[in-house]
C-alpha cells in the first residue's frame, strides 16, 4: 500500500538504533546498527558485522535484523554452541535457521554466557540494545574494590554524581554484604532497574548486571563498575500512528501520522475542524491510545504508559485548576505531589515554585485567587502548573484562544523559551502568525504539522511535517493562517485542496 | 519507584479541601443542618419517647435528617471535579489519597454537623428517657447521628464518584434517598429481596441503633383515638442489647467503606486511560 511507504519520511530507528558491547576487558563499545548486522567472533574466516574477542562466542553466532516494515529490529541466535541470553531468558533453537526472531526494545540486554548467570564466564559479553545511548556517549570506570557502599545520585555527596535530571538526588546505593553487592533504591523517582525489570527495595547484584538509574546505565563488570552519565536528555519524539478508530473500528479517525520532533522543537500543530487535532494530542498523552507507536526518547509510552505519562504534560484548552485556590497553593500542592520529600527538600519546592512564576510572569499574582484572573493570566498558571515536574514534552491546546494579540505573542514567547530548555512543546493554535519574534520578525515556531481530512476515507491525515517556510511554500501561502483556507472545505470557506496537499505531501517520498 | 506516599498526597488534598472549602463558605453546611435539625426536632421531639409509633416516627425521621444532610455535603464534590481529577492523575495524583482526603474532610465536617443536630435535638428530645447500653444515651444516639451523617457523606462521594456531571449526581440523589427511606423497614414491612437489599442501607442500621438505645420493643402502642394501648410486635433489630448497637455502628462503618472502596475504583476506572 502507498500510504505505508511513506513512513520512510521519518528518520529511521536503525539510525538511532546502537549496540553497547561489554566484553572481558570491561571496556564499553557503542556499535552503531545499521540496517541489518551478524554478530561472532573475530577469526581469521569470513567476518562478521560485529566482532568480539570472546572464546565462547560463535564465528557466527547471531544476527540482528532490521524489520523495515516495523521498524524495529530483532535479533536471532544462529543455533550457536552457548546460545544467546535476553534478559535472563535464552533463546531455544526453533528450527535449522536458528532460534524464534526476538523484538528488541530500549535497553534489552544481549548476553553470551554460561547457564549459570550469577557467576559469569570469564569470556561473556553483554551486548544492550539501546535507543537512547549515543555512539559518541562518554563511559566512566569506577573501581568498586575501593568501596563498601557506593552512592549514586545527583547530590554532590554521591560517590557517583550523576547530571541527569530522571536521577534523584539520593537515588540509589550498591551495598556491598562480604564478597556480594546489592543495589538499594532510596526511595527514587524513578526507580532502579536491574537487567531490565524495576526492583522493589533492594536486590542482589551479580557480575556483569546491568542497572539503570533515570537515564543512566551501570555495569558491574568484575571489580569494575562501568556507566555513562547522560545528563539531561536531549531527547526527541516519535509519532508513528497508522490509524487511530473509534466506533469499534468503523470510523477511522487517522490515518499515517509519522514524524519526528527535536528537544528544543516548538511545534505548531494546525488543522481545519474534524482533521483531527485533538484526537492527535489524545494519541500523543496516551490518552486515547492508536494503533502505533509514541516513542520518546526511545521508549515506547504505550507499552511504558504507567511510568512514562507524567513526561509529556498537557495545557488544556480550558482551565483544569481549582478556581478557589491560590496561585502559590495551587503550585506547592502539585509540586508536594510531584516531588517527593527525600528528593526535594521544602526549601528546593519553594526555590522551584518561585522560578517558575518568575519564569511564566505570574509572580506578582502568587496570592491571588485563580478565579480572579483574567483569561491570560489563568492559561498562564495553567503552564507554570504543568512546570513543576520534570516533563520533557508539553502539548498546549490553543494557549492563546481568548487572547488580545499582545498576550498570545506573549505566551507564545514563553512556550518558546520553554522549549529552548532541552523540551518539545507542541501547540494547537489558530492564530499561529502572532507567534512571533518581535526582533526578527520570524516566527517562533521550528516545525508545522498540519493534519487535513481526506475526502476519500474521511480521516485525518498529515498534509505537511516540517519547517516553517518550507510549510508556507508548499502550501504557496504567505501566513501560516492561510494554511487553513487552502485546506478546509469549501462550506467552511476554504478551498477544498485537503486531498491535493495529502497527495502532494506523500509525493515529496515522505 | 515510589512517588510522594499514600500518607503525604492524603495530607496535601486534604488541606486544600480544607482550604478551598472554607473559601467557599462551608458555613452554609452548619446552617443547613440547624434548620433541618430544628424543623425535625420541633416537629417530633415532643411526643418522642411516649409511645412506640412517636418515637419510632421520631427516629425515622432523625435518621432520614441524617442521611439527608450527609448525601448532601458531598455529592457535587467529586463529579464536579471529574476533568481536574484527570489532570491531576497524569501528573501522579493517588486516587486513593484523594478520596481519603475528602473522606477526612467529610469526618471533620460530619463532626461538627451532628454535633449542631444532636445539640438541636436534645433541647426538643428527652433522650434521658432512655437507659443506657455501654455509656450513656447521649454518647450513644450522637455516636449514631454522627455515624449516619458521616456514612451517608461517604455515599454521597460514591454517588458523586460514579456520576460523569453535577446534574447527574443530583439526578440520581433523589433515588438513593428514596431507597434508603424505604429500605429502614419502619414505612413498610419488607419481606425476601427487598429485605434483603435493607441490609446495605444505612438507614435500617441506623434505625436500629436509635431503636437498641432507646428500646423500641418496650414502647406501647396506642390505637388511634381509643386510648387502647397493645404492645409492640417484637422487632429484633430493636433489642436493647450492646450486641446489637456494635452490630448496627458496625454495619454503618462497614457500608461507608465499601462506598469508600467503590469511590476509588470507580475513578480509577473512568481515568485508566490518563
Not at chain 1, 533504591?185 to 524495576?198: P, Q
Not at chain 1, 492527535?280 to 507507536?293: M, N
Not at chain 2, 455502628?249 to 457500608?255: C, D, K, N, T
Request: proline share 2%.
Amino acid at each position: 500500500m502507498e500510504m505505508e511507504k511513506t513512513v520512510g519520511y521519518i528518520p529511521n530507528q536503525l539510525h538511532n538504533s546502537t549496540l553497547l558491547i561489554i566484553d572481558k576487558r570491561c571496556k564499553p563499545t557503542v556499535v552503531p546498527l545499521k540496517g541489518s548486522m551478524t554478530f561472532g567472533r573475530r577469526h581469521s574466516g569470513k567476518l562478521c558485522d560485529i566482532l568480539v574477542d570472546s572464546v565462547i562466542v560463535g564465528r557466527n553466532h547471531g544476527e540482528f535484523i532490521y524489520d523495515n516494515n516495523q521498524q524495529a529490529y530483532y535479533y536471532i541466535d544462529n543455533n550457536s554452541l552457548n546460545g544467546t541470553y535476553i534478559n535472563g531468558y535464552k533463546l531455544e533453537k526453533y528450527n535449522d535457521r536458528g532460534s524464534k526472531a526476538f523484538r528488541l526494545n530500549d535497553g534489552d540486554i544481549l548476553r553470551v554466557d554460561r547457564t549459570t548467570l550469577n557467576q559469569p564466564h570469564p569470556e561473556a559479553v553483554i551486548m544492550i540494545y539501546c535507543t537512547t545511548i549515543r555512539y559518541d556517549e562518554k563511559w566512566k570506570v569506577t573501581d568498586t574494590s575501593r568501596y563498601a557502599n557506593i552512592t549514586i545520585g545527583r547530590g554532590s555527596n554521591n560517590v557517583i554524581r550523576l547530571t541527569d535530571m530522571t536521577a534523584s538526588r539520593n537515588h540509589a546505593v550498591l551495598r556491598r554484604n562480604n564478597s556480594a553487592w546489592f543495589v538499594f533504591d532510596n526511595g527514587s523517582v524513578n526507580g532502579v532497574s536491574l537487567n531490565g525489570r524495576e526492583i522493589n527495595g533492594n536486590a542482589a547484584v551479580f557480575d556483569h548486571d546491568v542497572i539503570k538509574v533515570g537515564n543512566t546505565t551501570l555495569i558491574l563488570c568484575g571489580k569494575l563498575l562501568v556507566y555513562n552519565n547522560p545528563g539531561e536528555s536531549t531527547g526527541n519524539l516519535s509519532v508513528r500512528i497508522q490509524k487511530k478508530t473509534v466506533d469499534f473500528g468503523r470510523k477511522t479517525l487517522l490515518r499515517d501520522i509519522n514524524f519526528n520532533v527535536e528537544s528544543g522543537d516548538f511545534v505548531l500543530i494546525l488543522g481545519g475542524s474534524g482533521a483531527g487535532k485533538t484526537t492527535l494530542v489524545k494519541a500523543i498523552l496516551g490518552d486515547g491510545k492508536a494503533d502505533g507507536r509514541i516513542i520518546l526518547n526511545g521508549q515506547d509510552l504505550y507499552t511504558n504508559f504507567k511510568s512514562m505519562k507524567s513526561q509529556i504534560g498537557l495545557v488544556p484548552q480550558f482551565l483544569t485548576l481549582r478556581v478557589n485556590d491560590t496561585v502559590k497553593n495551587t503550585l506547592i500542592d502539585i509540586a508536594d505531589i510531584k516531588l517527593d520529600r527525600k528528593n526535594y527538600s521544602k526549601q528546593e519546592k519553594l526555590q522551584r515554585i518561585d522560578e517558575i512564576m518568575n519564569k511564566v510572569g505570574i509572580k506578582n499574582l502568587e496570592n491571588h485567587l485563580i478565579a480572579q484572573l483574567s483569561g491570560g493570566q489563568k492559561k498562564k498558571v495553567s503552564v507554570a502548573y504543568q512546570l513543576v515536574g520534570f516533563q520533557k514534552v508539553f502539548i498546549c491546546d490553543e494557549p492563546d484562544s481568548g487572547l488580545d494579540a499582545a498576550s498570545r505573542t506573549q505566551q507564545m514567547e514563553i512556550l518558546k523559551e520553554i522549549s529552548q530548555n532541552d523540551k518539545i512543546v507542541m501547540v494547537i493554535s489558530h492564530e499561529p502568525d502572532d507567534a512571533v519574534d518581535a526582533d526578527t520578525g520570524r516566527s517562533l515556531f521550528t516545525k508545522v504539522v498540519v493534519l487535513a481530512k481526506s475526502s476519500r476515507d474521511g480521516a485525518g491525515h498529515l498534509a505537511f511535517y516540517g519547517g516553517v517556510e518550507q510549510a508556507k511554500e508548499h502550501f504557496g501561502v504567505s501566513k501560516l493562517q492561510d494554511i487553513m483556507k487552502e485546506i478546509n472545505p469549501p462550506f467552511e470557506g476554504g478551498k477544498g485542496k485537503a486531498d491535493y496537499y495529502i497527495d502532494k505531501y506523500y509525493s515529496l517520498g515522505r | 519507584m515510589n512517588d510522594t506516599s499514600f500518607m503525604v498526597q492524603t495530607h496535601v488534598y486534604f488541606k486544600k479541601i480544607f482550604r478551598i472549602a472554607m473559601r467557599e463558605k462551608a458555613w452554609k453546611y452548619m446552617i443547613f443542618a440547624a434548620i433541618i435539625s430544628f424543623i425535625v426536632a420541633t416537629i417530633t421531639g415532643g411526643d418522642m419517647f411516649e409511645n412506640y409509633d412517636s418515637t419510632n416516627s421520631g427516629f425515622f425521621t432523625l435518621t432520614s435528617a441524617c442521611i439527608w444532610i450527609g448525601i448532601f455535603n458531598s455529592i457535587q464534590s467529586i463529579c464536579k471535579e471529574h476533568e481536574i481529577i484527570r489532570a491531576e492523575y497524569r501528573q501522579g495524583m493517588k486516587i486513593s489519597a484523594y478520596i481519603f482526603a475528602n473522606i477526612q474532610w467529610q469526618a471533620l465536617l460530619c463532626l461538627v454537623q451532628s454535633i449542631i443536630i444532636f445539640g438541636i435535638s436534645c433541647i426538643f428530645m428527652d433522650f434521658s428517657k432512655s437507659s443506657h447500653l455501654i455509656v450513656s444515651p447521649y454518647v450513644e444516639n450522637f455516636v449514631t447521628v454522627y455515624l449516619l451523617v458521616f456514612g451517608a457523606s461517604v455515599l454521597g462521594i460514591m454517588v458523586s464518584s460514579l456520576s460523569g456531571t453535577p446534574t447527574t449526581a443530583m439526578t440520581i440523589m433523589p433515588f438513593v434517598l428514596i431507597i434508603q427511606l424505604i429500605m429502614c423497614g419502619v414505612l413498610f414491612k419488607l419481606e425476601g429481596f427487598a429485605d434483603g437489599i435493607s441490609y446495605i442501607t444505612l438507614s435500617k442500621w441506623g434505625m436500629s441503633a436509635f431503636g437498641s438505645v432507646a428500646d423500641l420493643n418496650s414502647y406501647d402502642i396506642v390505637i388511634g383515638d381509643t386510648n387502647l394501648v397493645v404492645h409492640a410486635i417484637h422487632n429484633d433489630s430493636y433489642d436493647h442489647e450492646i450486641s446489637r448497637l456494635v452490630i448496627a455502628w458496625l454495619s454503618i462503618l462497614g457500608i461507608t467503606v465499601f462506598n469508600a472502596v467503590v469511590s476509588i475504583l470507580a475513578l480509577k476506572i473512568k481515568n485508566r486511560d490518563s
